[in-house]
Every structure is written in C-alpha cells, then in structure tokens.
C-alpha cells in the first residue's frame, strides 16, 4: 500500500499535487458552506464557499463575500485553509525542488517508477517538519509584533486573533483580512510587509539564508538571483507607483511625503503576491494599473506562495537577453553558467502563463460584460494569486467566479506542476537533423 | 569616398538603416507640409505631416487627418512614400538576410571592418534590382483586377489612380486609403486581401516560391514555417473573430453567411499587418479586440513589410516549447534542427517589443488621459505598423502623436536592427565558468 502510494505520488508527481490540492479546496469548501461558517448562522451559496475556499488554499485572497459575511468559527476555518495550503505550496515547491535538483543522477529512475522506494518518500516527513517549524517560528514573530497594537485596539481576545490572522495571512502570501481595522497602523503595515517579504522570497532562499547565517554556507546563484530581482522590482515598482499616484487624492495625494513612500513601497510589495491594499485599486491611475498587472504577472521567488511566473524565470530571460545583446555564448552572471536549456523552460513558463490568462481574460469579458482593463486586471491577480481586486471576484455573475476559480487553482498548481514536469524529464536521442536557421525578428 | 561608404554601411548596418529611414521621413514630411498638398491649398500643421510621413514610409496607416484633407498632389505623396518605404523594407531584410545567412563564414569579417570591400556592396543593386522588379509585378497584377471596379465607379483617371493606389498600399501592408470608397465591393476586398497576405509573407518566402515553381527549388525551412504559421494565423484568428462578431449588428451582424466569414477572414488577415478594415474597430467586442491585439503584436513575415515580432520568431519559441513539453534536447522540425541560441535572439525580439509596448502605454494613457483599452490596441498597431485605429492617432493631443511617431519608427525599425544586430555577431570566449541550476518557473 505504502509502496503503492509512493508509485502514485513519485510517478507522477504532478497529478499527485493536483489531486491533493484539490481534495483540500474541496474539503474547506464543504467546510464554509455549513452554516456555523456563516455570520448569520445562514449557509452561504456553494460558489461563495467555493471562492472563499480555493482562494484560501491557494493563497489568493480574492474574495466573493466581504469578511462581514463570515462568523469566527468561518473566519478560523479560512486561517486553516490559509495555513494548511501555505505549507502545502512550500513543501511541495521544496519537495519538487529536491527531486529537479537531483535530476541528472537520477534521470532513470525518476522514468521508471520500480526503483523509487521508501527511502524517496522516507525524506518527505523530515522535510514537512523543517518547513513547518521555520513558518511556525517566523508566524510567531510577526505576530508577536504585531500583537501590542491590535490587543490595545481590540481587546485580548480579538487582539490575539487578529495578530495570529494576519501574521499567518502576510507570510502566506495569503492577502485575506478581517476587515480593515488597523491596517493603517504603521507597525502592522510594515510587518506585514516584511511577512510578505520573507513569504514571497521561498523556502529555498529562506533556508539558503538560515544556513548562510548558521553554517557559514556560501550563497547559491538561485538565492543571489532572487534577491537581486525581488529587491529591484520592489524598489522599481515603489518608485514609478509613488511617481504616478503622487498627486492622486484618491490615493497617495494627501499624505506625507514620507507616508507617500512608505504606502508606495507597502503597495509594490502587495503586487507580487502579498495582495494587501490600504486604498481602492480602481482609484488608482492607469499606469499604476499597467505597472501592478506587469509585476503582479511576474510574482515571487519560486517555491514560495507567491504566485505569477517567478523572479528567477524573469532572470534567466533577461540574462539569456543580456548574453545576446552582449554576443556571449554561454549565460554568465556572477561567474556561474546558467544551462541554455532552462531558457526554454522559461519561455514555456511565461507562454503558458500569458495564453491561460489572455483565454480567461476572452471568457470573462464574455461572462460578466466588463472592459478590458478590469477583466485583465482581475485575471491577472487570479492567476498570480495576488489577491488585489478592481472588485469583479464579487460583483461578477456564478459563471465568472468560477473562472476566477479555475484560475486560481491552475495559477498556483499549474505552474508548479508545469515546471516539475519539465524539469523532470529529457529524452535523449541519437540521431541529429542538418540544422537550419529561420530568419527571425 | 565608395570606400568609406562601405565601411559605415556594412560596419554598423542598424546605424545605416536608422538614419536612412529618418532622412527618407524627413524628406516626405516636407514635402507633406508643403500647401500643395493640403485639399484646400493650406499647409498642415508640421506634426500632421510628420505622422502621415511616418505612417506612409514605415507602411503603419496610422493616421491623424484623413484622406478628404490632402490634395491629389498630397496623394501622389503617399503613394511615393509608401512604395519607397516598402521597398526599402523589403531590401534592407533581403540585405540583411544575406548578411545573417553569411554569418559563420564571415564572422570575424563582420567585425572588421577593413576586409569589406566593393564586393558586398556590389551585390546590393543586384538586390535592389530583383526586389523592384518581383514588386511591380505583383502590384501591376494587382491593379490589373482591381481597375475594372474603380474605373466603373469612378471613370478612367480617377479609378486608375485609386487601383495603382490601392494595390500599391495593400501589397506593402501600408493600410492607407482615399476614403471608403469602392472598400466593400467584394473583388476589391479579395484582391486587397491577397495582396496583403503576399506583401506580409515577406522576400525571402515570395522568392523562394518563384524559384521553387520555375527552378524546382525545395522549399526551405523558413517558407515552410512562415507559410504554416500565417496561414495558422489567419484561419484561426478568422474563426474567433466571427465567432465573437457573428451576432454584433455594428459590425458582421446584419450580414448573409457568407459575407460574415468573408469579412471574418478579411479582419483576421489585416490584424498582421495590412491595416485596412470595413467596419469601426471599436465597434468590435472585446474579445475581438483582445485577439486582434495578440495577432498585431505577432505581427507578419521575417523580411516583409508587415511588423510586429514576426511569425517566425512566434514559430522558435512554440518548438522551443514543444521540444521542452516532449523533453527533447534539441529543436526539430521538418527533419531540421533549430541552434538553441536563436531561442535566445527570439526572447530577446519579444521582450524587447513587449517592453517598448509597455513603456508607450503608460506614455499615451498619461498624454491622453485614455484608458488602457485603447491606448494598448493604438500601441500594439503603430509598433505592429498595423495602422488599425481607435481614432486616437488623430484625436490625441500633438504629445501623443509624437509618441505614435517614434512608436512606429522603432516598432519598423527597431526590430529589424535588433535582430540584425543580435544575429551578426557572436563574441568567442575560452573560459567556462561551473554551471548552476536556479529554480524557476
Ligand atoms: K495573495
Ligand atoms: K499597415
């Protein structure tokens, strides 16, 4: 049975995910949908549960129903779901990263299902536990910082709950609230964004750092990259969104200058994916819009909950751009050759990713009779899993939250499986074709 | 002093066409600004001139004033200006395809540039010879069928003028008219039709065509896949748009069976990159906006006067994708292999696009104050030198007009240098660095 199991999961690991998340989006749905979920004790839609629940599991945030519509016992449902697909996301992300990492010594094995045994899965308890301990000690000291301010607010009780919800909600990637009391705190403001931070950054560079820190481990290309890329989208988008909301009175125009730059920095990190917002998205200019949907398409660090293409696929693309433009033929950066194979793998990422967000976007055009820029806008931050919406997840009818739905699921699944599958596996052949170079461009 | 010449033309070929293109601009704004080619004998505002001398020679359509103001004089202009700009794109690809296709064997030659001597250039008026006279052909075909209409509807002087006009226009993909007249006579709308379809195939492909029916030439890898994508394009991109049109009364709705599919496939043909339309293209859905979109960034054939990334390049990436799905490693078609690098060249023409695209939006939305619908679709179709319109070309402020200006002399070319650029030179370099694996995806 074990042994069974093992054939299941480790031959096909993609539709193992696929399967397990969809069993636990399934199960949180039957949860919200009993009435104790509801904030009247009345049940709510089915599509509504379904929303709230796939959204939760996939770190979303997008929701159909306001936090208002929820009792605490379907608020405390919503932080389970949250943290159980946070860590589902994370330790999948790491478990596939093992696997891929150790590609080419087992490239045989990893085709034929027959030698994958125990020892395989045995790893996978050992793995759950490290990731579980790092979220558990990184959620507590969020919310520890953050709890002073709600308690003095709220009370205890609730003070306690809120700290919990959004430290759990911020390193998650998860962007749900519980309405908008004290988000406008500065203290809570910046700790969810450096929640956001760590979550969005992944597992692997996290631990990279805690054995950096530990161990005196010297820095891997997959780390380097994805600070270097995170720190300049986050920086980048901070400066053109400060820049084009600045004498927005809807949104920037009558703060501070420091409160100015502080919300614009809250604001480029929640694009990829934290999904928080201090002010309406549609209050914001056109190309602050443009800006949000490039960087929520791109997201955050692979392996993490956030979702969209991954900063390290934006790297290699840029760097195989730089390699060309430069007329080097390997891809160097900080004296490491990155494989010409992976930008193929990029490539198929990012084409893979504009083709299911542009077919979503045709349908719920069609489905919900919104413009362009809306249906975009929500589609994007559906497939990123970034959670900020032009408020289309609500108003939009059954057919498009379903859509938005699927979107979710195949944003934060797909991808993954996306890139395990073809990481996973290359045939080699023996026979070569006469090459011939089509004129391009 | 031929020497010299020489020298800067084949040292730096993307230099050579910049400025080329900007003097031939230069020369027809002039002359366009000139009262003689006003309708009223007035002088238009310089900017006006300068967007219909940008339009013309980089065959785009765009326009800011329609045909009723310009004079016969002013319309003989445009036509001289679209034969030369077409003409000069055609022979610059076909140059540049020449030197490209040379590339391994004239490498180190390429980079120096003291052993180019007369030789090279010798060939080109060889080129130009053959592109002028393949050109006229088709162009004198095409107005042979078109001329009994016009003559019919417009008596002998005029109705030559408008077939010589109209089939010059349609095979340089340039999109421009003399008001609507005669557009919807259905022979007129096949003949333009095909000749757009043969303008976009591009040099390369039309001349391999000619050599294959007369010599018994095989047909090359890159007529295979342009032939196979365009005709992909069209049909697909035919189907979806009437599908999303099929019941719109503003556009296909009111029409027979046949005439829906007929101008489906028209609309399908003139998104890549021919520019003419029958109906208001905001009249369309949005799905059908979105799918014109997407085919005006793909854009025609390599070497042809249609813009946009190229169906080619389209092609690379989709092998390189479909190689990577199969986990092949390397990039086969029609029993040919594809180098790797050109994966490389193709993400750098992509990115490039999409970044110049991105950048001219947010430009246009804060120019205009328009949203982002449409200053993406008036984006996409001066880079794509599409010359499909949402009006704003001519209702934008003399700001955003300039901004469409440098759009389509960047969008023409811009990707004709890049990817000549990228393509010519190759740096060798005799140290490796390790390789190392970031996760991406
Ligand atoms: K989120
Ligand atoms: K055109």
Same mark, same amino acid.
């Given at each position: 049975?074990?042994?069974k199991?093992?054939?299941?999961?480790?031959?096909?690991?993609?539709?193992?995910?696929? $399967?397990l &998340?969809?069993?636990?989006?399934?199960?949180?749905?039957a949860?919200?949908?009993?009435?104790?979920a509801?904030?009247d004790?009345? #049940?709510?839609?089915?599509?509504d #549960?379904?929303?709230?629940?796939? $959204?939760a599991?996939?770190?979303?945030?997008?929701?159909?129903? *306001?936090?208002?519509? &929820? $009792?605490?016992?379907?608020?405390?449902?919503?932080?389970l779901?949250?943290?159980?697909g946070?860590?589902?996301i994370?330790?999948?992300?790491?478990?596939?990263?093992?696997?891929?990492?150790?590609?080419?010594s087992? =490239?045989?094995?990893?085709?034929?299902?027959?030698? %994958?045994?125990?020892?395989?899965?045995?790893?996978? @308890?050992?793995?759950?536990l490290?990731?579980?301990?790092?979220? &558990?000690?990184?959620?507590?000291?969020?919310?520890?910082?953050?709890l002073?301010?709600?308690?003095?607010?709220?009370g205890?009780?609730?003070g306690?709950f809120?700290?919990?919800?959004? #430290?759990?909600?911020?390193?998650?990637?998860a962007?749900f609230?519980?309405?908008?009391?004290?988000?406008?705190? @500065?203290?809570?403001?910046?700790?969810?964004n450096?929640?956001? &931070?760590?979550?969005?950054?992944?597992?692997?560079?996290?631990?990279?750092?805690?054995? +950096?820190?530990?161990?005196?481990?010297? +820095?891997?290309?997959?780390?380097?990259?994805?600070? !270097?890329? /995170?720190? %300049?989208?986050?920086?980048?988008?901070?400066?053109?969104?400060?820049a084009?909301?600045?004498?927005n009175?809807?949104?920037?125009?009558?703060?501070?200058?420091?409160?100015?730059l502080h919300?614009?920095?809250?604001?480029?990190?929640?694009t990829?994916?934290?999904?928080f917002? /201090?002010?309406?998205?549609?209050?914001q200019?056109?190309q602050?819009l443009?800006?949000?949907c490039?960087?929520?398409?791109?997201?955050g *660090?692979?392996?993490?909950?956030?979702?969209?293409?991954?900063?390290?696929?934006? #790297?290699?693309?840029l760097?195989?751009?730089?390699?060309?433009?430069?007329?080097? !033929?390997?891809?160097?950066?900080?004296?490491?050759?990155?494989?010409?194979?992976?930008?193929?793998?990029?490539?198929a990422?990012?084409?893979?990713g504009?083709?299911?967000?542009?077919?979503?976007?045709?349908?719920?055009t069609?489905?919900?009779?919104?413009?362009l820029a /809306?249906t975009?806008?929500?589609?994007?931050?559906?497939?990123?899993?970034?959670?900020?919406?032009?408020g289309?997840?609500?108003?939009?009818?059954e057919?498009?939250?379903?859509?938005?739905?699927?979107?979710?699921?195949?944003?934060?699944?797909?991808?993954?499986?996306?890139s395990?599958?073809?990481?996973?596996?290359? /045939?080699?052949?023996?026979? =070569?074709?006469?090459t011939?170079?089509?004129?391009?461009?």
């Open positions: 049975m074990a042994r199991l093992a054939d299941v999961v480790t031959g096909h690991p993609g539709r193992a995910a696929i $399967s &998340f969809a069993l636990v989006i399934g199960g949180f749905t949860l919200l949908a009993l009435p104790v509801g904030a004790g009345e #049940a709510m839609p089915l599509v #549960a379904a929303v709230t629940a796939t $959204s599991v996939t770190v979303t945030g997008l929701t159909s129903l *306001g936090p208002e519509h &929820f $009792s605490f016992v379907g608020h405390v449902i919503i932080l779901a949250i943290q159980v946070g860590l589902g994370v330790t999948l992300g790491a478990w596939l990263t093992l696997l891929v990492s150790r590609r080419l087992l =490239r045989t094995r990893m085709l034929s299902t027959e030698s %994958l045994g125990v020892s395989k899965l045995g790893e996978v @308890p050992a793995l759950v490290t990731v579980v301990i790092f979220t &558990f000690t990184i959620e507590a000291l969020l919310a520890a910082v953050m002073p301010v709600f308690v003095s607010q709220l205890a009780g609730e306690t809120h700290a919990v919800f959004y #430290a759990v909600s911020a390193f998650a990637n962007g609230t519980l309405g908008a009391t004290g988000l406008d705190h @500065p203290v809570v403001l910046t700790t969810i450096i929640g956001v &931070f760590a979550g969005a950054l992944g597992f692997p560079v996290v631990y990279m750092l805690y054995r +950096m820190v530990f161990y005196r481990a010297p +820095m891997n290309l997959h780390t380097r990259l994805t600070l !270097e890329v /995170t720190v %300049l989208l986050l920086v980048g988008g901070a400066i053109l969104i400060a084009f909301e600045w004498a009175p809807a949104t920037l125009g009558g703060l501070s200058t420091w409160d100015k919300q614009a920095l809250f604001a480029s990190g929640m990829r994916s934290g999904g917002s /201090t002010y309406d998205v549609m209050d200019t056109d602050t443009l800006v949000t490039v960087l929520m398409f791109i997201g *660090g692979a392996g993490s909950t956030a979702g969209g293409i991954k900063v390290t696929t934006l #790297a290699v693309l760097l195989a751009i730089v390699a060309e433009i430069r007329g080097d !033929e390997h891809i160097r950066v900080h004296q490491r050759e990155i494989p010409t194979t992976l930008v193929r793998v990029a490539v990422v990012v084409t893979a504009a083709l299911l967000v542009l077919t979503a976007v045709v349908a719920l069609a489905v919900t009779g919104q413009g /809306t975009t806008f929500e589609a994007l931050s559906a497939f990123g899993t970034v959670g900020l919406t032009t289309l997840t609500a108003s939009a009818p057919a498009g939250q379903w859509i938005l739905v699927g979107l979710m699921f195949i944003g934060r699944v797909g991808i993954i499986t996306l395990a599958g073809l990481a996973a596996r290359h /045939t080699p052949t023996f026979y =070569r074709y006469p011939e170079r089509p004129i391009i461009g």
